[in-house]
């Protein structure tokens, strides 16, 4: 079956530590993105990438950093300089960099927390 | 700039009662709304979506929502709720020149016996 894989599910963080989540997707979709829910706060876009080797920053870029070296790949890594980390992490696709009218399609998220 | 607004942030209903959960947008064009529920822990399914014609769009699960122009919204409806609809619902919207999503903050929805 076709769809986003999120991996850890849950993944814990050290003081200083870089981590890294992983995004894969078997839609051949072209457009990736990432985003951090918070509690009462929705969804909030951190990356995106509408292309292999191309990506651009949202909203909420800074403390994050990503690489889209294959298609089917998004991995976000989160840097020590994100001070607060704690969120559940959505990575989601959709089918066309120019969008003609696709929703986009979500992976189950991963939980990151700080130890 | 754009934003979308649920202005509910807990709603309780019956089962069996019905539901209307409210989306307001706020965009320079037609923007393209979709609906999303999310169960905890769970990433997000689409219900529906509206990109043009009929403004009132059939969704999955019996979900139906509106789109009204003239008042910026997009609010989602189901005749009657069951247990298995308890979850978040996120109203979203599609900028496609600039292959952007804004979301909403979410409604939790809990359904009473």
């Known amino acids: 079956d076709g769809g986003i894989t999120q991996s850890p599910k849950y993944l814990f963080r050290k003081e200083g530590q870089n981590v890294t989540l992983s995004c894969e997707q078997n839609?051949?979709?072209?457009?990736m993105y990432w985003y951090r829910q918070d509690p009462g706060q929705g969804l909030r876009l951190i990356y995106y990438s509408q292309i292999v080797n191309d990506f651009q920053k949202g909203d909420i870029a800074e403390g994050y950093s990503v690489s889209r070296e294959k298609k089917e790949s998004f991995p976000l890594t989160v840097t020590s300089a994100q001070k607060n980390p704690t969120a559940f992490y959505l990575c989601?696709?959709?089918?066309?960099?120019?969008?003609?009218?696709?929703?986009?399609?979500f992976g189950d998220g991963t939980r990151l927390s700080i130890l | 700039a754009q934003s979308v607004t649920q202005p509910d942030i807990h709603i309780t209903v019956s089962e069996g009662a019905s539901l209307e959960l409210r989306c307001n947008y706020s965009y320079g064009a037609t923007p393209y709304l979709f609906w999303y529920v999310q169960s905890p822990g769970q990433g997000l399914q689409l219900l529906l979506k509206y990109f043009s014609g009929d403004t009132l769009v059939q969704g999955i699960k019996g979900f139906e929502a509106e789109f009204k122009r003239s008042q910026s919204s997009f609010n989602l409806r189901k005749p009657s709720v069951h247990w298995s609809d308890a979850a978040e619902y996120f109203c979203a919207v599609g900028l496609y020149n600039f292959n952007k999503f804004y979301f909403g903050s979410g409604t939790k929805l809990n359904v009473k016996p």
């Open positions: 989601a696709s959709m089918a066309d960099r120019e969008g003609n009218n696709q929703p986009q399609h």
């Open positions: 839609l051949n979709h072209d457009a």
